[in-house]
């Protein structure tokens, strides 16, 4: 079970970066604006916390 939580965690973690970065360059080359680069950036920190949760979740079981 932990091996699974760390390989979920990691996976979550890789795309909700590899999403950042689409939304930061749709914020700042495309017509997304503060919001796309917003959007992104509260949507890895949320994915940054509950990778956080899972770690700890599968850790403790």
């Known amino acids: 079970m932990e ?3 760390k390989l979920l965690s990691q996976f979550l973690t890789l795309i909700a970066i590899a999403f950042f970065f689409y939304a930061a360059y749709e914020g700042v080359m495309g017509d997304g604006g503060s919001t796309s680069v917003f959007t992104g950036v509260g949507v890895l920190v949320l994915v ?3 990778s956080y949760f899972i770690d700890k ?3 403790v079981y």
């Open 48 to 50: 940054l916390i509950g």
């Open 57 to 59: 979740f599968t850790h």
């Open 3 to 5: 091996t699974f939580g």
